[in-house]
């Protein structure tokens, strides 16, 4: 989808999957900041974030009122949905202690998923989250799936239950198996999360057709109070072979791809209320340094480079 010429109808949100990966750490925050007043400084230069920490844990009631307590009454939340949900072997110690006690494992301690206790970690986690509900700080709920979950070996009605279980919360689903977005399995897909006000998360991947790589000239969105674009890097062997998060996505965009993701942006906000734009190119400081970039591409206000940084920029 690009810019049409119809009037913006959304509000851009832009902002990084995390704010406190250790390239964050070491070249974008200022030297020496304590950790805990790191989300405050993040809150400076942008509206909202993603959080990823909730992928392998469900944090404390006091963690996340220290996180609304950091950050500006309009600031908003994304988070993403602990790994029990999304077809990843799941380790038991990544449990909270309650459940650790009562879930079934294998012999590796990998977690058998039963539905009883799908639905009591679906319990937990949202009712944590809902402190940032209470505040006016939650976005969107991401619900990122394996690779593995593929149209050959699985069902969409199989996200049933998670769907359901979100209630009014809002939901947006990156897949990350290609196959269910292309040829006649597209519609599907698309039918399916548009009849359950679920959000389609949109990519910036590299141009490559691996099964595990979901192409980018996708611009969907399938409830229309918000669409959704995460922005991954477009190294096809960084993505492909990287041993970790960081060398996975490890890409700088650049001054034209910045323009081109402005663009793109600025369509799917012709289509929603509001569109969250996250960067996960997180290795080093590219993904900050990217959503600033954008954000000045499409005219927002940015805070000047404090003077202890002026690398920044």
Not at 7 to 12: E, L, P, R, V
Not at 41 to 63: C, G, L, Q
Not at 83 to 92: I, K
Not at 131 to 141: E, R
Request: proline share 6%; net charge neutral; charged share 25%.
């Amino acid at each position: 989808m690009r810019a049409t010429g119809k009037a913006q109808n959304g509000k851009i949100l832009i902002g990084t999957a995390s704010w406190s990966d250790p390239g964050f750490v070491e070249h974008w925050y200022p030297k020496k900041m304590p950790a805990h007043e790191r989300l405050g400084w993040y809150a400076r230069h942008f509206e909202m974030v993603e959080v990823n920490s909730t992928f392998y844990s469900i944090p404390d009631a006091r963690t996340v009122e220290r996180w609304c307590a950091a950050t500006p009454n309009d600031f908003v939340f994304d988070v993403k949905l602990h790994q029990l949900f999304s077809f990843h072997s799941t380790q038991s110690k990544l449990l909270p202690p309650a459940l650790q006690r009562v879930a079934s494992t294998d012999a590796k301690g990998k977690v058998n998923v039963s539905p009883e206790l799908r639905d009591a970690m679906l319990d937990m986690f949202v009712r944590t989250m809902s402190i940032l509900h209470s505040a006016g700080k939650l976005g969107v709920f991401l619900l990122q799936l394996s690779p593995a979950f593929s149209p050959r070996k699985h069902q969409l009605d199989e996200l049933e239950p998670v769907v359901s279980g979100m209630g009014d919360y809002s939901l947006a689903i990156e897949f990350r198996n290609r196959n269910w977005v292309v040829g006649d399995q597209l519609k599907s897909t698309l039918d399916f999360l548009r009849k359950r006000d679920v959000g389609f998360v949109n990519v910036d991947t590299p141009p490559e057709e691996h099964f595990s790589i979901v192409p980018s000239d996708l611009n969907e969105v399938t409830n229309s109070n918000f669409g959704y674009l995460r922005l991954h890097g477009r190294d096809a062997k960084a993505y492909l072979t990287g041993k970790t998060v960081a060398k996975r996505f490890d890409y700088d965009y650049s001054k034209d791809e910045i323009e081109e993701v402005a663009e793109r942006s600025r369509g799917l906000a012709e289509e929603a209320k509001a569109v969250h734009v996250v960067f996960n190119n997180n290795n080093l400081d590219y993904a900050p340094r990217a959503a600033i970039r954008l954000r000045k591409a499409l005219g927002q206000k940015v805070p000047p480079p404090p003077a202890e940084t002026p690398e920044l920029f």
